[in-house]
């Protein structure tokens, strides 16, 4: 089976760092995504780790450790409109049938404050 | 000019109806799924199409019933509704199956069963 794990609640101040981790257990991986979500709206994609190290896409990043089955979201600069639900995703391995689901994890409410 | 596209984005029905949710993709993509997202945001893959053929279809109870004209449409009905149903459905889609990590979802359609 597939699980994932990150935290429920992230509160940061504007200007600030945050980092929202995920770990995973997972019976094949191929690779881990972020997305966003804003209250009411859709799922929107941030970006994807397939290898380990870091992923740089403006003021948010993203890091893999396949070792450590982990990976996180940095966002930098924050801004009142990061305030959103953060979601990480994993894709199974393509030797299993996994491979075309993406499994997500439960979220993490980010809320940043003035 | 919407990417993924459904409707209706809000439908209140009673129990036991029968409806169905239309979507449809611009953007030339071979794939495209079904995700429920129930009211812990908990979101979960239903159903998979790569080019009207159906790839994944996961343990969904069999009320609901997916269907693809062709690869630019993917309809979701579901018959005898009922109050475990109540959650927001959206329609994704991704260029092929295997790029699946980064899938551009529709707005959702957040059915309420009474």
């Known amino acids: 089976g597939q699980s994932l794990e990150q935290p429920s609640e992230v509160t940061a101040v504007e200007g600030a760092i945050v980092q929202i981790n995920c770990t995973y257990q997972?019976?094949?991986?191929?690779?881990l995504s972020w997305y966003q979500q804003h209250d009411g709206g859709a799922p929107t994609f941030l970006s994807y780790?397939?290898?380990?190290g870091l992923e740089e896409t403006g003021r948010f990043s993203s890091f893999l450790s396949r070792s450590d089955s982990y990976g996180y979201l940095l966002l930098q600069e924050l801004q009142m409109k990061d305030s959103a639900s953060y979601f990480c995703?994993?894709?199974?391995?393509?030797?299993?049938?996994?491979?075309?689901?993406?499994?997500f994890g439960s979220g993490t409410r980010l809320l940043v404050r003035p | 000019d919407t990417a993924v596209s459904q409707t209706p984005k809000y439908l209140v029905t009673q129990m036991g109806n029968d409806k169905s949710i239309k979507c449809e993709q611009n953007?030339?993509?071979?794939?495209m799924y079904w995700y429920k997202q129930d009211s812990k945001k908990f979101l979960k893959i239903m159903f998979s199409?790569?080019?009207?053929?159906?790839?994944i279809n996961e343990t969904v109870p069999n009320r609901f019933s997916p269907k693809s004209p062709d690869k630019a449409h993917l309809n979701l009905h579901i018959n005898s509704l009922e109050l475990g149903d109540s959650a927001v459905y959206f329609c994704?889609?991704?260029?092929?199956?295997?790029?699946?990590?980064?899938?551009?979802f529709g707005q959702g359609t957040r059915l309420t069963v009474v």
């Open positions: 199409y790569n080019n009207k053929e159906l790839i």
């Open positions: 953007l030339g993509h071979d794939t």
């Open positions: 997972t019976s094949g991986f191929y690779g």
């Open positions: 994704a889609s991704s260029r092929q199956p295997g790029e699946i990590q980064e899938a551009f």
């Open positions: 995703a994993v894709r199974g391995s393509p030797l299993m049938d996994s491979s075309y689901k993406l499994i």
């Open positions: 780790n397939a290898l380990d």
